[in-house]
């Protein structure tokens, strides 16, 4: 079969790449959303969940003005809003709390998980919110299951709000009393994304769970049997949840790009003994598909320079499929964190001497930024104005977080996040 795509011929047991990386550690002011942000698209994914934020009038407007208010349907997220008397100790936060979840539990019979979500306000006058979930729990369970998490600015970045809600789940997760083992796709997905995911694996032969699952009745069983592939980067917490669950983490690249997808499903496949011709078979007509289509961006990408300011913790999985199925040149790949035990695969994939920096210190790496005049920069909204206006062109990292972007179906609207940009500047230049 022919190979559109020159994807490189190394692999990571030929090149360390940056697996040994040495990153720049910045620790300085930092430009990026808080974990409530996650809500967004996690609340269209559970679907008989309800996200109430505990937390501040900013807190309530970032909310609603990022994910829209739909006026056709009742929206699956609200804030309690904490407010002066709150703040004070003049009234009991507790009190008002289970009056407001009452409240909401009884007009939407349809909430069958509610989740109350801490933000910066809830955590400084120190709302003891997994009590109150406990209490919650105690009147509602089990038509209703109440859980917490904090989505509070003070963590990292965004994308941890995902991070913290997938591992609230975990404790609750069903045991499972299989000793076979079954493979579980940890990370939220889209739903035709993870329907691309279901029918790729079935066809080898693998039947397989998807967590968070779209509706909380349908929660995956987990136990020593699972062995489980990370469809998101920034799953940390959730993994060691996981494993403390008994279940065992599938080392791979991120399924980004057609080199992504496909060594992402052969993770699967190798630990399940899939034969090399059953899986040849299961993904060589998408594959197919995907390399033509990246072949006609690639050639207009190939020698593009590009930064990556530190925002959702996809960086480097993406800095590794622009670079190697575009044929980008990478200038600086930023994260706000470096977890080296699930990036490692990416890591060896990634140029040796590619600057890698972690965490951020926004002034430094703007000067930076600057001097280097890459031909495109992925960064916050934040970032995105001021560097146009020094004319550099951006790319909002967060559109990467709310479009589906994997596996193979998706690979080519991937690539044209990253040219769409370019192409808007230069017919802007002519
Ligand atoms: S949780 Fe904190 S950072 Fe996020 S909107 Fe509320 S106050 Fe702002």
Redesign the pocket.
């Known amino acids: 079969m022919s190979t559109v795509i020159p994807i490189r011929a190394e692999t990571s047991a030929q090149t360390a790449g940056c697996t040994d990386v040495v990153p720049l550690v910045e620790r300085g002011q930092r430009e990026v959303f ?1 974990g ?1 942000t996650g809500i967004i698209w996690m609340h269209r994914k559970i679907q008989d969940a309800f996200f109430l934020v505990v ?2 009038r ?2 309530a407007h ?1 909310i609603q003005s990022a994910a829209g208010v739909m006026i056709f349907a009742e929206p699956r997220f609200g804030t309690a809003i904490i407010d002066e008397r709150d703040l004070a100790g003049l009234a009991d936060v507790h009190e008002e709390l289970d009056r407001v979840v009452g409240q909401l539990l009884a007009r939407r019979p349809d909430i069958r998980l509610l989740f109350l979500v801490g ?3 809830s955590e400084v006058i120190k709302l003891d919110l997994s009590r109150a979930a406990e209490r919650q729990n105690q009147i509602h369970h089990p038509k209703v299951r109440v859980l917490n998490y904090s ?3 003070i963590e990292t970045t965004f994308t941890q709000g995902e991070d913290a809600c997938l591992a609230a789940m975990v404790p609750g997760l069903p045991a499972s009393a299989d000793t076979t083992p079954a493979l579980m796709v940890v990370g939220t997905l889209a739903d035709v994304v993870e329907d691309q995911m279901r029918s790729l694996l079935e066809r080898m032969g693998l039947a397989v769970s998807f967590f968070p699952p779209r509706n909380s009745q349908a929660m995956p069983v987990v136990g020593p049997n699972t062995r489980f592939l990370l469809a998101q980067p920034f799953l940390a917490d959730t993994a060691r949840a996981l494993q403390s669950r008994g279940a065992q983490h599938l080392p791979a690249p991120f399924p980004l790009g057609v080199e992504g997808t496909t060594t992402w499903l052969q993770a699967a496949a190798t630990e399940f003994g899939v034969a090399p011709e059953v899986f040849e078979q299961a993904t060589a007509a998408p594959r197919l598909r995907a390399e033509k289509a990246l072949a006609v961006q690639r050639q207009m990408m190939q020698g593009q320079r590009i930064f990556f300011f530190p925002d959702s913790q996809l960086e480097i999985p993406l800095a590794r499929f622009v670079h190697r199925e575009l044929g980008m040149e990478l200038v600086e790949v930023g994260t706000p964190y470096l977890h080296r035990q699930h990036m490692a695969e990416e890591l060896a994939l990634i140029p040796a001497g590619t600057r890698i920096s972690e965490g951020q210190d926004v002034d430094l790496q703007l000067d930076r930024c600057i001097a280097d005049a890459p031909d495109l920069v992925v960064c916050g909204l934040g970032l995105a104005n001021p560097l146009e206006a020094q004319g550099i062109t951006t790319k909002w990292a967060i559109e990467l977080v709310f479009t589906p972007i994997q596996g193979y179906e998706q690979a080519a609207d991937l690539a044209g996040l990253f040219s769409r940009p370019l192409k808007r500047r230069m017919k802007l230049a002519a």
Request: aromatic share 0%.
């Open positions: 808080c409530l937390g501040s900013t807190c970032l933000s910066c306000p989505g509070s600015g």
